[in-house]
């Protein structure tokens, strides 16, 4: 079955702790996107990529980086958590202009 | 700057009261409108593409109508079930979300 899948979860880290969220898709699609959402507000686009490769930052400004080795694995490293790093993560692939959503990773940095 | 409005943030229904909400939005050059359902702690759903004024999308309960302005999603004889938030974005040349109509359906 075609789906997204994200791990962890649910993190909770030390401050200061290097920490990778995996994204993995079987969606069949080349490009994956990296989003940032808080409660009650819009997402933001943190990261994309649209093949094995190519990465590019988005809209808002992180402290995160990506790699795109292969095309169904994009993940995304914290090289330093910091509290100002806890929200949700949410990976996308997207198809035409349809973007299809993982269930997310909850991250809490203490 | 493409910019997404969605009204009411919150809205509490009873079953089987029909409603709709909301979505207006400015951006140059629309390359289509999507209505998504997010669950707490979970990513969004996708639930319709509009492309262009006049065009109805019908899933179920719901449907999606667009303006060259704005959006409806009519919620026909919601039951508890429907309740969630629900994303409206628009893409030009990236996707822009709004902030959501959290949408509460009692008994």
């Known amino acids: 079955e075609a789906d997204i899948y994200q791990t962890p979860r649910y993190l909770v880290i030390g401050t200061g702790k290097k920490i990778t969220l995996e994204c993995s898709q079987t969606?069949?699609?080349?490009?994956m996107y990296w989003y940032q959402q808080d409660p009650g507000m819009e997402l933001h686009l943190i990261h994309y990529s649209y093949g094995v490769n190519s990465t590019e930052k988005g809209d808002l400004s992180s402290e995160s980086t990506v790699s795109r080795i292969r095309t169904e694995h994009f993940p995304l490293t914290l090289e330093s958590a910091r509290p100002s790093h806890t929200s949700q993560y949410l990976c996308?692939?997207?198809?035409?202009?349809?973007?299809?959503f993982g269930p997310g990773t909850r991250l809490t940095v203490l | 700057e493409d910019q997404v409005t969605q009204s009411p943030e919150a809205l509490r229904l009873q079953e089987g009261e029909s409603s709709s909400l909301n979505c207006s939005y400015t951006v140059s050059g629309l390359r289509g409108l999507f209505w998504y359902r997010q669950d707490p702690g979970k990513g969004p759903e996708f639930l319709f593409t509009l492309y262009s004024a006049g065009e109805e999308k019908e899933k179920e309960r719901l449907k999606a109508t667009l303006t060259k302005k704005e959006s409806f999603l009519h919620i026909t004889a919601p039951k508890p079930e429907d309740s969630a938030t629900y994303l409206c974005?628009?893409?030009?040349?990236?996707?822009?979300f709004g902030t959501g109509t959290r949408l509460q359906v009692t008994l």
């Open positions: 996308a692939t997207s198809r035409g202009n349809e973007q299809f």
């Open positions: 969606m069949g699609h080349d490009k």
């Open positions: 974005a628009v893409y030009h040349s990236k996707l822009t």
